[in-house]
Antibody
Framework: QVQLQESGPGLVKPSETLSLTCTVS????????WSWIRQSPGEGLEWIGY???????TYSPSLKSRVIISVDTSKNQFSLRLTSVTAADTAVYYC??????????????WGQGTLVSVSS | DIQMTQSPSSLSASIGDRVTITCRAS??????LNWYQQKPGKTPKILIY???SLQSGVPSRFSGSGSGTDFTLTIDSLQPEDFASYFC?????????FGQGTNLEIK
């Protein structure tokens, strides 16, 4: 079955750029939408955006000015870049597939999550 | 943006109890509502999609209902492994949004 694994630095300095990669195994990245979601104690679960395997993206308006999601189909990976981070961006970051059953979509599976702390 | 409000935020119950968690959307989302379970230190897991469809492998003691703005997740005969956090999520439109979660604890 499809598995996802996040990777990247666990500590980022304020004003710098957070960069994470999600590696998809057990299936092809092609033909699906892939999302980034974060979870912090104060804000709960927050959807950041998604990318289709063709490269088309949709972002949350609240983060749109700072987010770039990209895909590398040759490596079966997609990535997140979040610029100008502050302490408010400290969270566990998950990658997930946006799955579909008929007309409804939901997130499944999810990666195990990676904690990113923003601190000097 | 669509706001999702869950209640209660926390709930204490005993093994064998029947519990209900409520999720309300700030506007009608038809049946575009999903429920997830998250155990401490673990990844959220899809339980129910389209408001009432049980994901494969999820025990039948879990059920969902509702449409429009009001939805419920019901767990019949609580088992020890059910004590976890539960989140609703709307997939009606982007930005997708989640409820703040309900923490189900053992009484």
């Amino acid at each position: 079955q499809v598995q996802l694994q996040e990777s990247g630095p666990g500590l980022v300095k304020p004003s710098e750029t957070l960069s994470l990669t999600c590696t998809v195994s057990g299936g092809s990245i092609t033909g699906n939408h892939w999302s980034w979601i974060r979870q912090s104690p104060g804000e709960g679960l927050e959807w950041i955006g998604y990318i289709y395997s063709s490269g088309s993206t949709t972002y949350s308006p609240s983060l749109k000015s700072r987010v770039i999601i990209s895909v590398d189909t040759s490596k079966n990976q997609f990535s997140l870049r979040l610029t100008s981070v502050t302490a408010a961006d400290t969270a566990v970051y998950y990658c997930a597939r946006r799955s579909r059953s008929g007309w409804i979509t939901y997130f499944d599976p999810w990666g195990q999550g990676t904690l990113v702390s923003v601190s000097s | 943006d669509i706001q999702m409000t869950q209640s209660p935020s926390s709930l204490s119950a005993s093994i064998g109890d029947r519990v209900t968690i409520t999720c309300r959307a700030s506007q009608s989302i038809s049946s575009y509502l999903n429920w997830y379970q998250q155990k401490p230190g673990k990844t959220p897991k899809i339980l129910i999609y389209a408001a009432s469809s049980l994901q494969s492998g999820v025990p039948s003691r879990f059920s969902g209902s509702g449409s429009g703005t009001d939805f419920t997740l019901t767990i019949d005969s609580l088992q020890p492994e059910d004590f976890a956090s539960y989140f609703c999520q709307q997939s009606y439109n982007t930005p997708y949004s989640f409820g703040q979660g309900t923490n189900l604890e053992i009484k």
